[in-house]
């Protein structure tokens, strides 16, 4: 990387500082460049909210110096989130990378290892993009950080009778709830009492979600997948490991976040399900209209939900091999990363992504399998 030029990364605890600190290490130094790597999460935060006047004091010496910032994000499109426009100068040049999360599926399950119990059960990546679903269960979904779009879907996910309250597993739904920062404490459920994790994986212990699998995953049929955000399409590995396990899929997330998969070349699950408010803005009004498609699958699929699996098959082999595709390709990386790289002389290790030094870099181009 060339000298003048700073990195901030998400997920680098020297970079989430608060906001006086931050300003001081610009003021101190003579940068040219930031780049602000915000790929790894739908937001950009700092330890503190800043003030307008630290926003003006900050761009204020942005502009003075003729500084350039670069900000990276990994959803699609620009991020809503009140704290954005105070941490982000409006001279800033974005660049979004919207299956980042992709490639990231694919470099953890192959370096995770490493961090994993060896007595742990493991699934390779090749195994996990051929192995065969028996499904004796409607649905799967697992749930993490118990944020508050999330406990409100699985608490209409319980007023549909899909979530029985006391049950962990009832034929219709298996599901993982950890919560371990108590998040969900700070919502109100009406008709679901929270219980903890009832699937066969040592998530709580590991928190890995690429290489120590629920068996539960390859008895589900169909993955109910609650994405990072309600307002921003942000597809992480919630959504991309559906696609390697071969799995249909709906996403509660931001508006079109199912239907705008299409850009990429992903097929649809509309052989089954409607996506009827997919691009409702209001997100009670989305979980109400996918709810109904819920409903419907249950009355029709909920004594053989292999004939689930079995509709969407085909479809289901299209979305895996279209990812393999993408990753041993390289393609949707965009070209303003490459030329960001090439213009500052930078690794991928200086954006905290020195795994991808093995795919991208010395590692042959067909890696994945």
Same mark, same amino acid.
């Given at each position: 990387?060339?000298?003048?030029?700073?990195?901030?990364?998400?997920?680098?605890?020297?970079?989430?500082?608060?906001?006086?600190?931050?300003?001081?290490?610009?003021?101190?130094?003579?940068?040219?460049?930031?780049?602000?790597?915000? #790929?790894?999460?739908?937001?950009?935060? &700092?330890?503190?909210?800043?003030?307008?006047?630290?926003?003006?004091?900050?761009?204020? /010496? !942005?502009?003075?110096?003729?500084?350039?910032?670069?900000? !990276? &994000?990994?959803?699609?499109? $620009?991020?809503?989130?009140?704290?954005?426009?105070?941490?982000?100068? %409006?001279?800033?040049?974005? =660049?979004?990378?919207?299956?980042?999360? #992709?490639?990231?599926?694919?470099?953890?399950?192959?370096?995770? =290892?490493?961090?994993?119990?060896?007595?742990?059960?493991?699934?390779?990546?090749?195994?996990?993009?051929?192995?065969?679903?028996?499904?004796?269960? #409607?649905? !799967?979904?697992?749930?993490?950080?118990?944020?508050?779009?999330?406990?409100?879907?699985?608490?209409? /996910?319980?007023?549909?009778?899909?979530?029985?309250?006391?049950?962990?597993?009832?034929?219709?739904?298996?599901?993982?709830?950890?919560? +371990?920062?108590?998040?969900?404490?700070?919502?109100?459920?009406?008709?679901?009492? $929270?219980?903890?994790?009832? @699937?066969?994986? $040592?998530?709580?212990?590991?928190?890995?979600?690429?290489?120590? !699998? $629920?068996?539960?995953?390859?008895?589900?049929?169909?993955?109910?997948?609650?994405?990072?955000?309600?307002?921003?399409?942000?597809?992480?590995?919630?959504?991309?490991?559906?696609?390697?396990? +071969?799995?249909?899929?709906?996403?509660?997330?931001?508006?079109?976040?199912?239907?705008?998969?299409?850009?990429?070349?992903?097929? @649809?699950?509309?052989?089954?399900?409607?996506?009827?408010?997919?691009?409702?803005?209001?997100?009670? /009004?989305?979980?109400? %209209?996918?709810?109904?498609?819920?409903?419907? /699958?249950?009355?029709?699929?909920?004594?053989?939900?292999?004939?689930?699996?079995?509709?969407?098959?085909?479809?289901? +082999?299209?979305?895996?091999?279209?990812?393999?595709?993408?990753?041993?390709?390289?393609?949707?990386?965009?070209?303003? =990363?490459?030329?960001?790289?090439?213009?500052?002389? @930078?690794?991928?290790?200086?954006?905290?992504?020195?795994?991808?030094?093995?795919?991208?870099?010395? %590692?042959?181009?067909?890696?994945?399998?």
């Amino acid at each position: 990387m060339r000298s003048k030029v700073k990195v901030y990364n998400q997920w680098d605890s020297n970079s989430n500082t608060d906001y006086k600190t931050w300003y001081e290490e610009l003021y101190n130094n003579d940068w040219e460049v930031i780049i602000i790597n915000g #790929l790894w999460e739908w937001e950009l935060y &700092h330890n503190d909210t800043p003030s307008r006047e630290w926003k003006i004091k900050y761009e204020q /010496l !942005i502009y003075s110096r003729g500084i350039k910032v670069y900000v !990276i &994000h990994g959803t699609n499109g $620009p991020v809503t989130h009140s704290r954005a426009e105070l941490t982000i100068p %409006g001279s800033a040049t974005y =660049i979004y990378w919207p299956l980042f999360w #992709l490639y990231t599926t694919v470099a953890f399950s192959k370096t995770h =290892i490493t961090n994993i119990d060896k007595k742990l059960k493991i699934i390779s990546l090749t195994e996990m993009t051929q192995k065969r679903v028996n499904a004796d269960t #409607l649905f !799967i979904s697992l749930v993490n950080k118990a944020h508050k779009h999330r406990c409100y879907a699985m608490d209409k /996910l319980a007023q549909s009778g899909i979530l029985t309250n006391g049950v962990k597993t009832n034929g219709i739904i298996n599901y993982s709830w950890h919560d +371990q920062w108590n998040m969900g404490s700070e919502y109100k459920f009406k008709y679901w009492k $929270p219980n903890p994790s009832g @699937l066969s994986d $040592p998530y709580q212990q590991t928190l890995d979600s690429y290489q120590t !699998i $629920p068996d539960e995953q390859f008895t589900s049929a169909f993955n109910i997948i609650m994405e990072s955000h309600f307002e921003n399409q942000f597809w992480t590995e919630k959504t991309f490991s559906a696609m390697f396990f +071969q799995k249909p899929f709906l996403i509660f997330g931001g508006a079109h976040i199912n239907r705008d998969l299409k850009i990429f070349g992903f097929e @649809l699950f509309d052989n089954v399900i409607s996506y009827g408010k997919e691009d409702d803005g209001n997100y009670e /009004l989305r979980v109400e %209209g996918y709810m109904n498609d819920l409903r419907h /699958l249950v009355n029709e699929y909920s004594e053989n939900p292999q004939a689930l699996y079995e509709v969407c098959r085909e479809r289901t +082999q299209h979305n895996k091999n279209l990812a393999i595709n993408i990753f041993n390709e390289r393609k949707f990386i965009p070209e303003s =990363i490459w030329e960001l790289k090439d213009k500052y002389e @930078l690794t991928w290790t200086d954006l905290n992504l020195s795994f991808f030094d093995n795919y991208f870099e010395t %590692g042959p181009k067909n890696s994945l399998l």
